[in-house]
Structure formats: structure tokens, C-alpha cells
């Protein structure tokens, strides 16, 4: 396919059919629309959320797993909910949910546009690269570790919206951007009238997302665009930098948007800790398996 046509009509047209498509998509479970507001209130207890997964036995399994799992690591056997959510934390149980409710509604496609377990794997892997910085940087830059964390394992879930609503587009749309070695976003853009970070607003508006998530996923590329919460969206910008010059991408080789100049700075974050990261993201490669399987 030739980049002379990717004309205007032919994006309009593919915007539009997008757009009414997307009006299909489907509402997060009940029961996680109502986990999230109970881990983001700051009356909640741990019982309150333990009782809350406990109606739903899939979600306990895969939380009793997760915790008693090498992917964190618990000297001790975890045999409650309750004890898993003090132990894990509400921004630990929100990723496991969220991300659990997610690969179920979007399994399905009968072509995706892409590798989903490639597609996961990089989610995991800038998850776990996001949550390392925080943790290297907690004197320095106040935030959650599991917060961010949360917001790498979404960042790029647009990219599934597309892939499950437009799904022929947009495997037009990743060849080209492979064959051309150009960014995933720019062409979405220029073929589609619409970036899957630009997605994230509409998924967010959907489905009422706390705002820190909201931000990551609209601004991981565009941090220099983000009006708040600056340090969480800079950190999983560069993991998702990072993630993609570890070799994981949609693709060998994909190309990612340029990093943002001034993200270092805001992170006061220097070339040996880059190294560091780097160096850190093999073991996170072989953890993402086991947080994959245990969601699925």
C-alpha cells in the first residue's frame, strides 16, 4: 500500500466507520466498576474489597494465585482474600482485575490485527519497568509503585479497541507502519483520523476510570501535553520507551515515538540509571509469563 493512498476521503471514512463502531463497546463488569470505586475510596478496608472479589470465585482464584505466586515473591503462604488484599495492596488488586476483565473482552477476535500475547507481553514488561523506576526514584518522586504499575499494564489498550473494532483497518494500518519502519501512532493517525492513545479518553470517559489512569493512556506518548499528574505519565512514557529498545514491541523492530527531551529531567533520571532499567528488564521478561497465565 502506497503512502499516496492514504488520501482524505479514505481516513474519513475509516474515522467514521470507526467512531460508530466503538459505540459497541462493552461496559466494564459490574463487579470491577464497583471494585474500582471501592479501592479508590479512601473509606475502604481491606475486608470491604476482600468481600467484594469474594462474590466472584474466578477473581478470587487468580488473586489467591497471583499472591502466592514467584511474581511477588511472599515468603508465606497466602491462603485469604483478605490477607491477599493487605498484602498485595488496592493498586495491586485494581491491576489484576482490570487486567483480567480486559483479556477476557478482548479474546475473541476472530483476525487480530496483531499478536496478543506479544501485545501482553509488552504490557507487562513496561508494567513491571514502570513499577521499578517508581521503586529506584520513591525519595525522589512521590508515587505509588503499584499505581504505575497499573497504568503500564493499560497504556496501550486502545490499540486492542482497534484491533477489535477495526480490526481489517488496522492490520493495514500495522503493515504499513512495519513495512515503512514508522511509529504505530503517527500512522494510525494518518490513516484512521484517530492514535490509540487518543482512544484512551473515550475508553476512560466509558468507563469512568480514576484519573490516573485516564492520564496514562492518553498521555504516555505526549507527556509534554499532560495538565496534571506529570511524574506518573513522564514514568510510564519512558518505560514504554524502554520497553520497546528491550525488543519488545508489537513487532521486531517496531519503531516508538521519540522519547520526550525534557523526561529525564522530570524524573532526574540519569543515563546509568537508563542502564540500570535496562538491565533490570530481563528478569521482568521472564515474570510477565507468569502474570499472563495467571490472568488469562
Known amino acids: 500500500m502506497s503512502d499516496s493512498s492514504i488520501n482524505g476521503s479514505t481516513k474519513n471514512e475509516r474515522y467514521r466507520r470507526f467512531i460508530e463502531q466503538i459505540d459497541n463497546l462493552p461496559s466494564l463488569p459490574s463487579i470491577v466498576s464497583r471494585l474500582i470505586q471501592v479501592v479508590n475510596s479512601p473509606?475502604?478496608?481491606?475486608?470491604?474489597?476482600?468481600?467484594?472479589?469474594?462474590k466472584d470465585p474466578a477473581l478470587t482464584t487468580k488473586m489467591l494465585r497471583l499472591a502466592?505466586?514467584?511474581?511477588?515473591?511472599?515468603?508465606?503462604?497466602?491462603?485469604?482474600?483478605?490477607?491477599?488484599?493487605?498484602?498485595?495492596?488496592?493498586?495491586?488488586i485494581r491491576s489484576l482485575v482490570l487486567s483480567a476483565s480486559v483479556m477476557?473482552?478482548?479474546?475473541?477476535?476472530?483476525?487480530?490485527?496483531?499478536?496478543?500475547?506479544?501485545?501482553?507481553?509488552?504490557?507487562?514488561?513496561?508494567?513491571?519497568?514502570?513499577?521499578?523506576?517508581?521503586?529506584?526514584?520513591?525519595?525522589?518522586?512521590?508515587?505509588?509503585?503499584?499505581?504505575?504499575?497499573?497504568?503500564?499494564?493499560?497504556?496501550?489498550?486502545?490499540?486492542?479497541?482497534?484491533?477489535?473494532?477495526?480490526?481489517?483497518d488496522y492490520q493495514e494500518v500495522c503493515a504499513f507502519a512495519r513495512s515503512n519502519n514508522l511509529p504505530l501512532l503517527e500512522v494510525e493517525r494518518r490513516m484512521l483520523g484517530i492514535g490509540h492513545s487518543d482512544i484512551g479518553r473515550i475508553l476512560a470517559d466509558k468507563w469512568a476510570l480514576p484519573l490516573d489512569l485516564e492520564y496514562a493512556l492518553v498521555f504516555h506518548h505526549e507527556p509534554k501535553n499532560a495538565d496534571n499528574l506529570l511524574d506518573l505519565v513522564t514514568t510510564v512514557h519512558i518505560a514504554d520507551v524502554l520497553t520497546h529498545q528491550a525488543g519488545l514491541g508489537l513487532w521486531d523492530g517496531e519503531i516508538t515515538p521519540p522519547e520526550w527531551d525534557q523526561g529525564s529531567s522530570v524524573l532526574r533520571f540519569g543515563e546509568n540509571d537508563r542502564e540500570h532499567?535496562?538491565?533490570?528488564?530481563?528478569?521482568?521478561?521472564?515474570?510477565?509469563?507468569?502474570?499472563?497465565d495467571i490472568i488469562k
Not at 485469604?80 to 495491586?92: D, H, K, P, Q, R
Not at 532499567?277 to 499472563?292: A, R
Request: proline letters at 3%; aromatic letters at 10%; charged letters at 20%.
Open 277 to 292: 532499567i535496562l538491565t533490570l528488564l530481563s528478569d521482568s521478561i521472564e515474570k510477565s509469563g507468569e502474570f499472563i
Open 43 to 54: 473509606d475502604t478496608s481491606a475486608d470491604d474489597a476482600a468481600k467484594l472479589i469474594q
Open 68 to 92: 502466592n505466586s514467584a511474581f511477588y515473591g511472599i515468603p508465606r503462604s497466602i491462603s485469604s482474600v483478605s490477607s491477599a488484599v493487605v498484602i498485595l495492596g488496592f493498586n495491586t
Open 104 to 168: 477476557k473482552m478482548f479474546s475473541g477476535s476472530k483476525k487480530p490485527a496483531f499478536d496478543k500475547d506479544r501485545f501482553w507481553k509488552h504490557s507487562i514488561v513496561c508494567a513491571l519497568a514502570a513499577k521499578t523506576i517508581v521503586r529506584q526514584f520513591i525519595n525522589v518522586r512521590m508515587m505509588d509503585p503499584e499505581s504505575a504499575f497499573c497504568a503500564g499494564i493499560l497504556h496501550d489498550i486502545g490499540k486492542l479497541i482497534f484491533s477489535e473494532f477495526a480490526g481489517d
